[in-house]
């Protein structure tokens, strides 16, 4: 059991110091676990075919929404993902641009460079063709 | 830093190049000129002529070593590509791609040989793994193949998650990516006062690094993947990725080598990671009937031999390791080579192959020979330099002993093959035609193996001078 | 001229390549020329050599380190000194002569086997040449290793014998455990010196304990008992008549069983400080002497006479060394090289006239057949039996005096030796040349001398058995007239420093030579008489002439106490210790290794939810062990 003592050993400076952050976790999660519990047990209970359905804003539900999509779809996504990436990347470059200079430039400019590559590519590849 | 960047764009190169030109085997032309170029370009860093020199801010650091041991990958790699290069043609549509992932995982492989903190060793280990995820579903209908990308993918996310893990721990005690001596020296030495969160970071490392070079008992993606993903990528992993992964293992660390001094625990640890490893892949692999399941096998039992490179640091053990990867690594590129071409991957599909194809006989049973350790090929000097180093650290000669005695099992797998090919009657049918051109290339490796075991300074002779 | 050394190896293996290489294509002609010439050109590099040690002494050409392992270094090294010219100039000379022969006597093999023999032939000379030149005890083991091998393929050449073979095996084997010591007392040196180079070890002799010098020597002894067929490890000599005359020459007369010799006389300093081991070699070498010279009384066959003649004299050089006279016994191998060589060369004279006939009862009147090898042999005769002032009387003169000056009792029972050396010697030609024919009318018709490359060989080696003893005229008779002595005494200069003289009068010298020689004449005059006439008789040898017509049973001997013990043993282990012990334990590792490939598979199952269960688990494993190693290490420590 030598480190549970060493865990309560204040004088420690990297385990141990991280306890009262532990005590702070393990409060914070009964906490939840007891309101939870708690509003199961008290709260009153009345179950109609009514309240079991998934509510949906009032329309009725059809069909199953687990349907297989054309992976297409996500393809596009993801691509859209990258596009997103590099735009946040603008963004600090663009509040210190002229900090960066000429240097800082180039560099965005091989980075643009390394994208249209890629994007090239996948459009040479036929990844973007949506119909077959 | 040659290698790096020229290994990356020689993956952008071929990505287009499967675009540009619509004949496969000019791809493969290409893709063999390409890794000439960054051969060239990493002597060029190795024998200081000249340096792309880019600031990394002290994240990558390039000594000799590393570049030798990107030298003996590139070369591996090269005679995979002249082996097998017609199998990857036929693995599937993409061959372009191919050839690219192999590029990107030989990136990673260059980043792994200069690491200089957990970070880049981290990005290294990810450019090395996610290649292969998709390489090993290269087989698009087979369901076998689809099934080993998956677990693949799986567990390796898996041992990633323990290596982020234990990478965030390390960072967390000491504030910083690079590896401090005293983080290793509180580790080594078992469990301390200074701090448990830096040594079981430490401990996790070790973990997921067991897993990346299937050490048992983090080996059981091993066997399943090799067996399901195209034998011609099966021979790449199983080779140069795992040569790669081991010498990234070792220069994590054993960098601090000086620090590993007393600490029992660490070598209880070894000890037992490396008879667990000898014991299951030698013990499987005497009942598996598939040639290609015994060589994943196989291939584990090597990795116990390599891990003593970890449990004693000296001298010989840089040499050993250096050896043992190269010994490793072409003779089991030899073998993959000749078992793709084999009709039937069983061991009886090898039955009197020695009459069929006499030259595929010979020099199958010459890297078998080497895989078994016989002198006169480079598995036996391969096999002394890592005993030798282990004994001259001191203390394990029962290690020393319980290996000798696995390698003893192994023979007997191994020699089952000769003994299909020799003595046992039987049509063994390629599934092409053999070319002459892949027989003189065989035979060059063969030459290679028997060279370095006779004369295994033939190799460090290039390191050293 | 360092660089010269190598080529007095060099040409003998080029021999030994080419025709070993291409008995399938050359023609015999060519074959002989070849084998020939390459121990002549041999043989005058040697003369070079000689010529130069004798004006500016020893060269040491080192060429490579051989081995290189960590501390001990051991380098391929030829040493050239006095005593290796000497012997080089022996063996190229008299392997030359024999080479000669060789093509008459051989001729009617056919070419492959042609070649064969002259490959072996070839090898025979290079291996011993190597044993000779080499500079350390390691290069000297390889060509000591190499006779043992070529003598191997010699008696066994004609393979298609069973008993050839047989024989072939007996000397392989005989040499083994001789070359067991040799090779344990090299092991010592490396262990007590960690060096086996000849001037570093004398140099440091002092470093070594008297036990330790006595073990070496002893175990170097005991490898020249095996090389040089000293009691009891004699056995193979005679068996090796097995192989063809010339071969029998080459291992009786210049190579092989002089090896024992050079190596003694080599380490001449060892066992000079080394005084047990020196007694144990006098005795076994007078015992093998004396007891080789009865069996030779009886034997028949006119090789096997030889043989144990060779063994015999083998014995009396042991003797030599055994009572410090070096320079004796190197001086009698040379002359028993000389007239040896001109015995078996003769012997092989006769059997090729009489068509492989070897009895000699079969024999009797070859004198008015075969003039030349008569005479030749005639003289043979004389110098082995010591009749002055042939060769073999200044050798043997030179040994026993040294033994009367050691102990009277060794130089009394070596002159009863040598009587009988007479005895059978003259009993061997009388009854070869003497007398009348015996053989079949048959025989009687082809009877004719052999042909000038057989005859040349015969009349130069009579020369040297004749003249080659004035090369070392004892101080009796002359001053300072020992040029042998003189020119070697460098190579035994360290021993001649530790022992002091102990010079008999000259008188009695002289008396003793005298009374010797008086004896040796008496015994010639006696059984020409007695043999010259000799009938063959059907009667059965009874008594002490049975047991040595049967070479003391010694055979016999052998066979019931080493040989049967061992295949009984051997029998033993293989039907009970191999077959329930061994393959026991072997098969049941074999069913428990594939029982547990068996179990093992199961564990992978292929689902990817238990192999990261159990690589969790293996997680936990790998931390409390990591955690709690002391506690397990302390654990693991009462266990074990």
């Known amino acids: ?132 | ?465 | 001229m360092n660089n010269l050394v190598f080529l007095v190896p060099l040409f003998p293996l080029i021999g030994f390549l080419i025709n070993g290489l291409g008995r399938k294509s050359l023609a015999k002609q060519a074959i002989g020329a070849i084998g020939s010439a390459s121990i002549l050109a041999s043989f005058v590099v040697s003369i070079i050599l000689f010529l130069q040690v004798k004006s500016s002494g020893a060269i040491i050409a080192n060429y490579f380190n051989f081995i290189d392992v960590a501390s001990l270094k051991i380098p391929f090294a030829f040493q050239i000194d006095q005593l290796s010219s000497l012997f080089l100039l022996i063996i190229t000379g008299i392997g030359f002569l024999i080479h000669l022969y060789s093509t008459a006597y051989m001729t009617d093999e056919e070419a492959p086997h042609y070649a064969r023999y002259f490959a072996y032939l070839n090898l025979f000379v290079f291996s011993m040449l190597l044993l000779v030149m080499g500079g350390n005890y390691v290069i000297m083991f390889i060509g000591w290793e190499g006779v043992g091998l070529c003598s191997y393929l010699l008696i066994g050449f004609w393979f298609k014998n069973d008993a050839y073979n047989y024989a072939a095996k007996k000397a392989f084997i005989m040499n083994r455990i001789g070359d067991l010591g040799f090779l344990l007392a090299v092991f010592w040196l490396i262990n007590k010196l960690g060096t086996v180079t000849y001037g570093e070890v004398f140099a440091n002799i002092g470093k070594l304990s008297h036990q330790d010098i006595t073990i070496i020597t002893a175990l170097l002894f005991v490898g020249a008992m095996g090389k040089s067929a000293q009691l009891p490890l004699y056995t193979w000599l005679p068996d090796a008549m097995a192989g063809p005359t010339p071969v029998s020459a080459l291992i009786h007369a210049a190579t092989m069983v002089t090896a024992g010799i050079y190596m003694v006389s080599r380490s001449n300093l060892l066992y000079t400080l080394a005084p047990a081991t020196q007694g144990f070699i006098a005795i076994i070498g007078l015992a093998t002497a004396l007891f080789a010279a009865t069996i030779a009384l009886k034997q028949n066959d006119i090789k096997k006479v030889l043989a144990y003649s060779t063994v015999s004299q083998l014995g009396y050089m042991f003797l030599g060394l055994g009572v410090g006279a070096y320079t004796g016994a190197v001086f009698h191998v040379m002359t028993h090289a000389f007239f040896k060589a001109l015995l078996f060369l003769g012997a092989g004279s006769v059997i090729h006239a009489m068509h492989h006939e070897q009895d000699i009862r079969k024999m009797g009147g070859l004198k008015k057949y075969l003039p030349i090898t008569n005479i030749t042999f005639l003289l043979g005769c004389l110098a082995i039996a010591g009749v002055p002032p042939f060769s073999g009387f200044f050798s043997k003169d030179e040994i026993l005096a040294a033994a009367y000056e050691k102990n009277p009792i060794l130089y009394f029972l070596g002159v009863a030796g040598a009587l009988m050396t007479t005895f059978y010697m003259f009993r061997l030609y009388a009854m070869t040349f003497l007398g009348k024919f015996r053989g079949t009318h048959e025989q009687e018709h082809h009877l004719h001398e052999s042909p000038s490359a057989m005859t040349i060989p015969l009349t130069v080696l009579a020369i040297l058995a004749v003249v080659g003893g004035f090369i070392g005229i004892p101080e009796v008779f002359a001053k300072d007239s020992h040029w042998l002595e003189s020119f070697l005494a460098p190579v035994f200069a360290g021993s001649k420093a530790l022992t002091e003289q102990k010079v008999s009068s000259h008188s009695t010298e002289l008396m003793m030579m005298g009374v010797v020689t008086g004896l040796v004449l008496v015994t010639i005059a006696i059984t020409w008489n007695k043999f010259s006439k000799y009938e063959a008789t059907t009667t059965e040898e009874t008594g002490l002439g049975k047991v040595l017509e049967n070479k003391w049973y010694i055979d016999e001997l052998y066979n019931a106490i080493v040989v049967n013990p061992l295949d009984a043993l051997a029998g033993f282990f293989k039907n009970v210790i191999e077959k329930s012990g061994i393959d026991g334990i072997v098969n049941g590792v074999g069913t428990f290794i594939n029982y547990s490939s068996r179990q093992l598979r199961l564990i992978q199952s292929g689902q990817v939810g238990a192999y990261i269960l159990m690589m969790v688990l293996s997680m936990l494993g790998i931390l409390l062990l990591w955690i709690n190693d002391s506690t397990i290490v302390h654990f693991l420590h009462k266990i074990f």
């Open chain 2, 1 to 465: 830093m040659n290698a790096i960047i020229l290994s990356a764009l020689c993956g952008v190169v071929m990505m287009f190049s499967g675009i540009l030109l619509k004949n496969k085997s000019a791809i493969k032309y290409v893709a063999i000129a390409a890794l000439l170029v960054l051969i060239i370009g990493n002597l060029f860093q190795f024998y200081g002529i000249y340096t792309i020199d880019i600031d990394s801010k002290g994240l990558l650091s390039f000594d000799r070593t590393g570049l030798f041991f990107n030298t003996i990958i590139f070369v591996a790699t090269l005679a995979y590509f002249i082996l097998s290069g017609s199998d990857i043609e036929r693995a599937g549509p993409d061959v372009a791609e191919y050839f690219a992932l192999i590029f990107f995982v030989l990136c990673g492989v260059t980043i792994l040989t200069s690491f200089n903190g957990l970070l880049m060793f981290f990005i290294g280990i990810e450019i090395l793994s996610i290649p292969l995820y998709i390489l090993t579903g290269s087989d698009k209908k087979n369901l076998k193949s689809n099934e080993a990308s998956l677990k693949y993918f799986l567990m390796g996310s898996f041992s990633t998650g323990i290596l982020l893990m234990g990478i965030t721990l390390i960072y967390g005690a000491t504030g910083s990516f690079g590896l401090q001596s005293t983080t290793i020296k509180s580790a080594v030495t078992g469990f301390s006062s200074a701090g448990i969160l830096a040594p079981v970071g430490l401990v996790l490392l070790f973990i997921s690094m067991c897993f990346k070079v299937s050490a048992a008992p983090f080996h059981f993606w091993a066997p399943d993947v090799y067996d399901g993903a195209p034998s011609v990528f099966t021979s790449f992993m199983a080779t140069i990725v795992k040569a790669a992964g081991f010498f990234a293992f070792i220069k994590l660390f054993a960098a601090k080598s000086e620090d590993f001094g007393p600490g029992p625990a660490w070598k209880l640890i070894l000890f037992v990671i490396i008879v667990a490893t000898l014991f299951i892949g030698n013990i499987t692999a005497v009942f598996q009937q598939s040639v290609k399941r015994m060589l994943a096998y196989s291939s584990i039992a090597q990795a116990g031999f390599m891990l003593f490179a970890l449990y004693s640091t000296n001298d010989f053990t840089k040499d050993g390791i250096l050896l043992y990867t190269a010994a490793y690594s072409f003779a089991t590129i030899g073998i993959f080579s000749i078992l793709t071409k084999m009709e039937d991957y069983s061991l009886d599909g090898f039955n009197g192959l020695s009459k069929s194809q006499p030259v595929l006989a010979f020099t199958n049973t010459v890297f078998f020979l080497s895989l078994s350790g016989i002198p006169l090929t480079a598995g036996f000097f391969a096999k002394y330099y890592m005993l030798a180093s282990a004994i001259k650290g001191g203390g394990s000669l029962s290690l020393v002993i319980i290996a000798v005695l696995f390698a003893a099992v192994s023979v007997y797998y191994y020699f089952k093959v000769i003994q299909a090919m020799y003595f046992k009657e039987g049509v063994a049918a390629t599934n092409t035609p053999i070319t002459g051109n892949f027989k003189v290339a065989l035979i060059v490796l063969a030459a290679i193996i028997v060279i370095l075991g006779i004369y295994p300074t033939a190799l460090l002779g290039f390191y050293y001078f």
């Open chain 1, 1 to 132: 059991m030598t480190w549970l003592t060493l865990l309560l050993d204040v004088q420690d400076t990297s385990a141990a110091s991280y306890l009262p952050i532990a005590i702070q976790l393990i409060f914070a999660a009964g906490f939840v676990a007891a309101m939870i519990g708690m509003s199961a047990l008290v709260g009153p209970k009345r179950q109609t075919k009514d309240k079991l359905e998934t509510f949906t804003s009032g329309i009725t539900t059809h069909g199953d929404a687990r349907q297989p999509m054309a992976i297409k779809y996500f393809l596009v996504a993801i691509l859209f993902v990258l596009f997103d990436v590099e735009v946040i990347f603008f963004y600090p470059y663009a509040v210190n641009f002229r900090s960066l200079g000429w240097a800082g430039f180039v560099e965005v400019l091989m980075f643009v460079g390394f994208f249209l590559i890629g994007f090239t590519y996948i459009i040479k590849k036929g990844a973007l063709t949506w119909e077959d």
